[in-house]
Each structure stands twice: as structure tokens, then as C-alpha cells.
């Protein structure tokens, strides 16, 4: 079955696509693939390994884990129909051929890969494709996708891989892999759509005012946006990180804020994953039988304190991850902040509000205060730094070292130096 155009095939109503805040950009060719693959037929429409790029917030799981529904839908009519016994475990994340993969660390190291690789191999159980999804495809170091390529390149018969990378660009995903998947861009939601998935989350319980706001101010990010309405502690890190422009013009206040960010996102991301890691270290512990006795025991036990420290750099990877990912969510914001004051700056306003509007219209009167003290091109400059620092906290650079030289440089952007 060839695929069909976005005017005469649109998303089927009351399925996990029409669930999902997907554009018709997305959900055609999904759908159209989904139809081939239960044809059986030879089609452009269908292939076995995909990939999907979109800006941090676009949906790129979304999409994955719709897809991946339907293509183990029982209901002959409606792919994805969101109601038979594949979809249900799909969305429960039970389903026993998905295989969904992400990692805590820096990378997706190659023994994972090659495990994934071993369970991709095998026949589905109950449905007739087997799906596996890398959530982090950007993570792939050299020896992990070189690992995965070989089954891309010769995909089981019944396997469907999918891949979840921000772009195209070589430092996303590798080269060699981009070419053997086939593109699937996703654009971020707009505005409208994210509060319409918040309003319609009955587990949210928010009020029009608050799906409004965090609609608003969370960039088209859908997960941002349900952690800014309803977590206090989510919308108190950003106006943290939004007090940044404003400190540069106090030189030590500025890095002083600097030394405290780095502080704090050092003990979010500790203490959210201690009792993990407790439990994984008893866990681990337990198996190696580490405080038991009896004959066999020493010899059962040797090694252990190279799985033990394995286990440690694991964990201290996934750490790392995390700050890098608190830290980086700051600098989005602080980079959205000096955009809004280089539009304002610039003259691009229709009315009072700049065109494409504000990232953060709830800091209005800092953006303007912002372009009424800088010329456009210092705040371009000034985005330009924010943004070399995001970069640089991906390097094994201390991130109080990459932040304070970000500092140096919005100081020089500004005027203070």
C-alpha cells in the first residue's frame, strides 16, 4: 500500500494517534505505514527501521510509542484503536514485544547495545512485529551504534526499529545509521495543542489560568509544561535561572549564582537517585551473596569489588547526566530570556509583543529592561554564549568552569568588563 497524501488520509479518530498531539506531518505516514505492514504488501509506506528527530518537547517518544501501539493493534480496523489488549499493555509499558530503551548515563554504552541486539533477534510472542525503540539515539557512543548497525543494516524479518535523536546532525546521530533509517521529522506542538493536553489530563486537575501559563512559558515543550504546572519546585528552579541576566550586572552576585545553580542541581540530582541506588547496591550485593558463609561463598564472591565499582561508575554517570540535563534546562531558559529582549531590541514587535511572541511573557519587564540596556547585537552575542556553554557542559568540563567563563562573557556582552 502506497502512502497517502496529508488531504485525504488524516489520523483515524479515537486511536492512540488522534490521542496523541502529533501533526498530520507525523501521523499519515505512521498510519500508512501501519496499513502496509498488515497488508503484508511491498510498500515505500513500511519499512523496519525509522527515525525520528524534532526539537527537546516535540513529541519524538510520543510518536515512537504510538507507532510501536499500533503496530501491535488487535483491532482489524482502527490502527492503534487504544482499547484491545495490545494497546492497553503497550501503554502500560508491558507489552512483551516492545523493547524500550533509554539510558541514565552519558552514553548508551555497547553492552546494552548488544543486549537490545540479542532481544531484537528473537521472533515476536503474541503480536506479529517485534518493536524496538531507542528513546536516546543521541547517546550512542561509536562502539555501540557500530554494534546496532549491522541490525539495521539486516533486520530481523518480523523487527521494527525506531530511534529518537534530536536532529540529523553527525554529533546526534552517526552517520551510518542516519542513512539505513527512514526520516521522520517532528515539529514542536504549537501553543494551543499543549494546553490542550494539559486541560484534557484529568490527573493534572489544572485550572484554565495555570494550562495557560505553563502553555505559555514552557516553549512547546509538553513535559516541561506538566512539570511547570505542577510541580512548585520546577517553577522555582526557573525563576532561579531567570534571575541570571539581571545578576550580570553585579559582578559578584553574578558568580556567585553561578557557584550556588551548580550546588543545587548537584544535590537534585543526588538526592532524587539515592534510594535507586541504595537498593541497587543491596540488590547487587545480595546476588553476590556479600555476607554470607559457608563453603563456596569466597569463590562466589570473587570479583565482586569490580562489579561493585562497575555499578558505582554507572551510577555516577547517571548523576553526571542529570546535572548536565538540570543545568542545560536553565540555560534554555536564560537563552529564551535574551532572545525576547534581542526582539524587542531589534524593532520585530507587532503591537507590544515581539513577532512569534514571548518564551517567557510572564518576564516581560525584564526582557524589555534587558533591550532597553543592550543593543541587538550584544544580546545576540549574549545568546551566542549561553548557547557555547550548553555546548561545553556535553564535554568532560567541570560545569562551575563552563558557567563562569558564560558569566565572563554576558559581563563582556553587557558592557560590565
Known amino acids: 500500500m502506497s502512502s497517502s497524501s496529508a488531504t485525504d488520509a488524516p489520523a483515524a479518530p479515537e486511536s492512540v494517534f488522534s490521542a496523541a498531539v502529533l501533526s498530520p506531518h507525523v501521523t499519515v505516514p505512521l498510519i500508512a505505514a501501519v496499513e502496509a505492514a498488515r497488508g503484508g504488501e511491498q510498500s515505500a509506506a513500511m519499512t523496519h527501521s525509522w527515525l525520528f528527530t524534532g526539537p527537546p518537547g516535540s513529541g519524538r517518544s510520543v510518536a515512537a510509542k504510538a507507532f ?29 514485544d516492545i523493547t524500550w530503551v533509554h539510558t541514565d548515563g552519558v552514553v548508551i554504552q555497547v553492552s546494552e547495545a548488544r543486549e537490545v541486539i540479542k532481544t531484537a533477534a528473537a521472533m515476536p510472542t503474541v503480536a506479529p512485529w517485534r518493536i524496538v525503540v531507542f528513546e536516546d539515539a543521541d547517546r550512542f557512543n561509536d562502539s555501540s551504534a557500530n554494534a546496532l548497525l549491522k541490525s539495521i543494516e539486516e533486520p530481523p524479518e518480523r523487527t521494527v526499529f525506531i530511534l529518537c535523536a534530536p536532529s540529523t546532525d553527525p554529533e546526534d546521530i552517526a552517520v551510518t545509521l542516519r542513512s539505513r533509517c527512514r526520516h521522520l521529522y517532528v515539529p514542536t506542538p504549537s501553543r494551543a495543542e499543549v494546553e490542550a493536553v494539559l486541560l484534557g489530563d484529568s490527573g493534572l486537575g489544572l485550572s484554565a489560568e495555570q494550562a495557560s501559563w505553563a502553555a505559555d512559558v514552557a516553549g512547546g515543550h509538553i513535559g516541561r509544561a506538566r512539570h511547570l504546572a505542577s510541580e512548585e519546585k520546577a517553577r522555582a528552579k526557573r525563576a532561579s535561572a531567570l534571575k541570571l541576566p539581571g545578576l550580570v550586572y553585579e559582578q559578584g552576585e553574578s558568580y556567585r549564582f553561578v557557584t550556588d545553580l551548580v550546588s543545587s542541581a548537584t544535590e537534585e540530582a543526588t538526592a532524587t537517585v539515592a534510594g535507586r541506588e541504595e537498593k541497587e547496591l543491596a540488590d547487587l550485593q545480595s546476588s553476590l551473596g556479600m555476607g554470607a558463609k559457608g563453603r563456596g561463598v569466597a569463590k562466589a564472591q570473587s570479583g565482586a569489588a569490580g562489579q561493585i565499582k562497575e555499578l558505582e561508575k554507572e551510577q555516577k554517570n547517571r548523576r553526571t547526566r542529570m546535572l548536565r540535563d538540570s543545568l542545560d534546562l536553565a540555560l534554555i531558559d536564560i537563552a529564551g530570556l535574551y532572545r525576547d529582549a534581542m526582539m524587542i531590541a531589534a524593532g520585530a514587535v507587532e503591537g507590544e509583543e515581539p513577532v512569534g ?53 554576558l559581563r563582556e556582552c553587557c558592557g560590565q568588563v
Open 68 to 96: 510501536a501501539t499500533a503496530l501491535v493493534c488487535e483491532d482489524p480496523d482502527v490502527p492503534g484503536c487504544g482499547q484491545c489488549d495490545g494497546c492497553r499493555s503497550a501503554a502500560a509499558g508491558s507489552h512483551p
Open 357 to 409: 511572541g514571548f518564551l517567557h511573557p510572564d518576564k516581560e519587564k525584564v526582557s524589555r529592561e534587558l533591550a532597553r540596556r543592550n543593543a541587538p547585537e550584544n544580546l545576540v552575542q549574549c545568546i551566542d554564549a549561553v548557547s557555547s556553554c550548553r555546548e561545553t557542559l556535553t564535554f568532560n568540563v567541570k560545569p562551575e568552569v563552563a558557567l563562569s567563563a558564560m558569566v565572563g562573557r
